[in-house]
């Protein structure tokens, strides 16, 4: 049974959630930000808030944008279980032509869920290899994808998995093609 209270839905949680996708410590985070163990440890308890230089440090740690540590407001009855579509945060690897967004509440389930849009012409040209699982979902439009070296051609209604393995994408048509992403675990 998964806990939904108000404490796993927290900054902090998504701040632990990040580090421990990144395989780091608190002690290596805290080198990093130059800051100590035990104020890490409170702002991910949520007993210290962090700054706006702190949370920019940490994105940059992280390799996520500064608004995806940026919590969406909500009414207090759906924080946690509803995300609006005009609410998603901004989440991803900034590649030009690719729009991501959160569909998860937040970071504290063992897996994510992405919206991504790819712009015509837009094109991830280095592979790329995450120690994720993720399987992915064409909304509609059309996709090449490259998964360990082999192209495939993926159209509306087409889904994929990627299991850790070298991949990456170009979308060469006239139109944004979009798609759903469950990730686990989380990266963003």
Same mark, same amino acid.
């Given at each position: ?5 108000p404490e796993t839905r927290t900054l902090g949680a998504d ?19 130059? $800051? ?16 706006? =230089?702190?949370? $920019? ?32 945060? @901004? ?39 995450? @120690? ?35 991949? $990456? ?5 006239? =139109? ?5 992403w469950v990730i686990a675990p989380p990266v963003y």
């Amino acid at each position: 049974m998964h806990n939904n209270s108000p404490e796993t839905r927290t900054l902090g949680a998504d701040i632990r959630a990040l580090r421990k996708a990144r395989g780091m410590t608190l002690v290596e985070l805290g080198e990093v930000l130059v $800051r100590s163990v035990g104020w890490l440890s409170q702002v991910e308890r949520d007993k210290s808030e962090p700054s706006i =230089t702190d949370l $920019r440090q940490m994105a940059k740690a992280f390799d996520v944008s500064v608004s995806s540590l940026l919590r969406s407001v909500a009414p207090e009855h759906e924080q946690g279980l509803i995300v609006r579509a005009d609410a998603r945060r @901004p989440i991803g690897c900034r590649t030009d032509g690719l729009i991501e967004e959160l569909l998860s509440p937040d970071l504290t389930d063992d897996f994510e869920v992405v919206h991504s849009t790819f712009e015509p012409g837009a094109a991830l040209t280095e592979e790329v290899v995450r @120690p994720t699982q993720e399987l992915g979902y064409i909304v509609s439009g059309r996709l090449h994808l490259w998964v360990a070296g082999t192209r495939y051609e993926l159209a509306k209604g087409d889904s994929f998995r990627i299991r850790g393995d070298a991949y $990456r994408w170009h979308n060469p048509h006239s =139109t944004p093609c979009v798609a759903i992403w469950v990730i686990a675990p989380p990266v963003y």
